[in-house]
């Protein structure tokens, strides 16, 4: 029996099933008809909107032969979909199961994000965020990905319906030379571009006289429609995605916070712009 979904893992499982049956050059209709299964559920197990039992997904598995640690991340994806977090090691740009997560922000009807240290991904230049991962000591193949999967998360900002975006960026992170002049001089440019844009409200948070809540660390606050907000934190080898209630109201509620303590619009654009020079 499936239920109304939406979690975290629930969404990388439907991703994970759709590859399967891609992978297999399936058609919705054509696996439906397979398993004798109706293509609107499988519609919505691809969504992650509604979950699949562990047996439909050994079943789905067992049909296209899906073995090894392929078939252990994503029966391991099913015994756990209805857990509201999930925490896993590694970085949300390469780790195929948050990968997929990021589909999220295909779906969000606002994102609110609040950086501490560092300017937002989604209003990162590429050389910025290259910058970044190569100081991490990453390869030049983990670099290349990395920076290729953030430049494509960024159309949200700029397609045809692009999504309602606010980033409260801490004055560290336009102060903080994380990279050479010329190239941090290009992303304040870039952020008083972006900050033209219509969908998107982009305040700087000045150092506040005494300690604050956004101290403790960076988070993305994902809202929709139709189903409950997703909160992603993010550290040096660990991500997290909480979708509980009592955690997605608590930093709704920061957010609200912090807002309430930036800068204006013009003014955030003021020390930008500063910043470029």
Same mark, same amino acid.
């Given at each position: 029996?499936?239920?109304?979904?939406?979690?975290?893992?629930?969404?990388?499982?439907?991703?994970? =099933?759709?590859?399967v049956?891609?992978?297999?050059?399936?058609?919705?209709?054509?696996?439906?008809?397979?398993?004798?299964?109706?293509?609107?559920?499988?519609?919505?197990?691809?969504?992650?909107?509604?979950?699949?039992?562990?047996? &439909?997904?050994?079943?789905?598995?067992?049909f296209?032969r899906?073995?090894g640690?392929?078939?252990?991340?994503?029966? &391991?994806?099913?015994?756990?979909?209805?857990?509201?977090?999930?925490?896993?090691?590694?970085?949300?740009?390469?780790?195929?199961e =948050?990968?997929?997560?990021?589909?999220?922000?295909?779906?969000?009807?606002?994102?609110? &994000?609040?950086?501490?240290?560092?300017?937002?991904?989604?209003?990162?230049?590429p050389?910025?965020?290259?910058?970044?991962?190569?100081?991490?000591?990453?390869?030049?193949?983990?670099?290349?990905?990395?920076?290729?999967?953030?430049?494509?998360?960024?159309?949200?900002?700029?397609?045809r319906?692009?999504?309602?975006?606010?980033?409260?960026?801490?004055?560290?992170?336009?102060?903080?030379p994380?990279?050479?002049?010329?190239i941090m001089? &290009?992303?304040?440019?870039?952020?008083?571009?972006?900050?033209?844009?219509?969908?998107?409200? =982009?305040?700087?948070?000045?150092?506040?006289?005494?300690?604050?809540?956004?101290?403790?660390?960076?988070?993305?606050?994902?809202?929709?429609e139709?189903?409950?907000?997703?909160? =992603?934190?993010?550290?040096?080898?660990?991500?997290?995605?909480l979708?509980?209630?009592?955690?997605w109201?608590?930093?709704?509620?920061?957010?609200?916070?912090?807002?309430?303590?930036?800068?204006?619009?013009?003014?955030?654009?003021?020390?930008?712009?500063?910043?470029?020079?």
């Amino acid at each position: 029996m499936t239920k109304p979904s939406g979690t975290p893992r629930a969404v990388a499982l439907g991703a994970a =099933l759709r590859e399967v049956r891609e992978a297999n050059k399936f058609g919705l209709r054509e696996l439906s008809r397979a398993l004798d299964l109706p293509a609107s559920l499988v519609v919505h197990w691809e969504a992650g909107t509604r979950t699949p039992s562990t047996d &439909d997904v050994a079943n789905v598995l067992g049909f296209f032969r899906v073995i090894g640690e392929p078939k252990k991340r994503i029966m &391991d994806l099913a015994r756990h979909v209805r857990e509201p977090n999930w925490m896993a090691n590694g970085a949300a740009e390469l780790t195929p199961e =948050l990968t997929t997560l990021l589909q999220y922000e295909q779906g969000a009807k606002v994102i609110t &994000d609040w950086a501490l240290n560092f300017i937002p991904g989604l209003l990162q230049t590429p050389d910025y965020a290259r910058a970044i991962f190569e100081a991490s000591g990453l390869s030049v193949s983990q670099t290349d990905a990395r920076v290729r999967v953030r430049l494509d998360r960024q159309k949200i900002l700029t397609n045809r319906e692009p999504i309602t975006y606010s980033a409260i960026i801490g004055l560290h992170a336009i102060d903080e030379p994380v990279a050479p002049n010329w190239i941090m001089s &290009d992303q304040m440019d870039h952020l008083l571009a972006m900050s033209e844009r219509p969908n998107i409200n =982009l305040r700087v948070l000045p150092r506040q006289p005494s300690y604050h809540p956004g101290m403790l660390g960076s988070f993305v606050l994902y809202e929709y429609e139709h189903r409950n907000p997703i909160v =992603l934190l993010e550290q040096h080898s660990t991500t997290s995605f909480l979708s509980s209630d009592k955690d997605w109201v608590l930093y709704r509620q920061l957010a609200r916070l912090l807002g309430g303590e930036t800068l204006s619009e013009e003014a955030s654009r003021a020390v930008i712009a500063e910043a470029a020079s």
